[in-house]
């Protein structure tokens, strides 16, 4: 659903590393989608560098245990986060890609007060399918409760600079 | 391992391509040259931490309205940042602490690096001589080797050199697509 709104938006998709870019390669791939390899933590941050450097609409599919590894880029998203940036928090309770270890989020940690504390106007939850699609059109922070679970499908078989090359090619040509 | 095959430009004299050495009646800074260095390499995008060091090019670059500025948490959320900024057009920089550069060692290795994603780091070198904080030793010792291990080249401008050689080490980045560090030790703030 998400890479379906993403496309109906023109926007470009950055996706954390793991099952999460492995299962968006297998379900919609697209040139606009940025597939994250390594930098655990990074998607919310690589989001808010293309969305501010391109003016595009951007979408960070993150996890919880991503954002918990880099909790300033809440912060950060509050004071700099331009209005067509949207962070899409999967948040299943555990590391998803390593054996399903809890995070904190199982117990007392809530990344939707977190999100508002740190500043963020806009925060979203969505529980159900109808929540989260009426809550694409949205900017910010959106925290999605999602079950834990990896689908069976392989590694992506696009290099790094392929992942690249073919990321930029659906942006402006570079002045300069 | 030794990985700088670029080589340092000639310094040049302050007045020899006909730029002012002096910025209005005041003589120019170093962070002055970092920052002309700066503009002279097409940098239009700036994350940061603070250092001490840093104080007044960071006043200089916020104030700039040809760089989009954004102060981050932590200097790998800025390595992040800087990526997403290139990957949309921009060309950024990282100015940062070498403290800073243990904080991001994974994001260059495996983000920049792995993709091929060029950035400056505009790096103030804590723990160089005539250091007093006990603390800045340990990675003020170990900033060149971990540039060396990771196979990034660095310039070590004094700061009459400090334009040309930021100008060369972000043209150097952009035409390899790699990192690029330019170090300024505690004497450079001194402007020994």
Not at chain 2, 89 to 105: E, F, H, K, T
């Amino acid at each position: 659903m998400v890479a379906g709104q993403a496309v109906r938006q023109k926007a470009l998709l950055v996706c954390n590393i793991g099952y999460p870019s492995r299962e968006l390669y297998a379900v919609y791939d697209r040139p606009e989608n940025f597939y994250m390899l390594g930098s655990m933590g990074l998607a919310s941050s690589i989001g808010l560098g293309l969305a501010l450097a391109s003016g595009r609409r951007v979408f960070v599919i993150d996890g919880d245990g991503s954002v918990l590894m880099n909790l300033g880029t809440l912060a950060t998203i509050a004071h700099h986060a331009p209005s067509g940036y949207l962070l899409i928090i999967l948040d299943n309770c555990s590391y998803g890609s390593t054996g399903c270890q809890l995070t904190c989020t199982a117990q007392k940690t809530d990344l939707v007060q977190m999100a508002r504390a740190a500043g963020v106007e806009e925060v979203g939850q969505a529980a159900t399918s109808e929540e989260l699609r009426r809550s694409l059109d949205r900017s910010g922070v959106l925290v999605v409760r999602v079950e834990p679970g990896n689908a069976e499908v392989p590694i992506i078989p696009l290099s790094p600079l392929q992942i690249r090359d073919r990321f930029t090619s659906c942006l402006p040509t570079r002045t300069g | 391992m030794k990985v700088m095959d670029i080589k340092p430009p000639t310094p040049r004299q302050a007045d020899s391509d006909g730029h002012s050495a002096t910025f209005g009646q005041h003589p120019a800074s170093p962070s002055h040259w970092i920052f002309m260095g700066m503009k002279d390499g097409g940098i239009d995008f700036a994350a940061s931490v603070p250092c001490i060091n840093l104080q007044e090019l960071l006043t200089m670059v916020e104030a700039d309205p040809e760089i989009r500025f954004v102060p981050v948490t932590r200097e790998e959320e800025g390595v992040g940042i800087c990526a997403g900024a290139f990957l949309g057009g921009l060309r950024p920089a990282l100015l940062m602490q070498n403290s800073g550069l243990g904080n991001s060692i994974n994001a260059l290795a495996s983000l920049d690096q792995l993709y091929g994603l060029p950035l400056l780091m505009i790096i103030s070198h804590r723990g160089s001589s005539g250091e007093k904080i006990s603390g800045q030793i340990p990675m003020g010792r170990l900033t060149a080797p971990l540039l060396d291990a990771l196979g990034i080249p660095s310039w070590t401008p004094r700061p009459q050199q400090a334009r040309s050689f930021v100008a060369h080490a972000a043209a150097a980045a952009w035409e390899r697509g790699t990192l690029a560090a330019v170090l300024l030790d505690l004497d450079f703030w001194k402007g020994i």
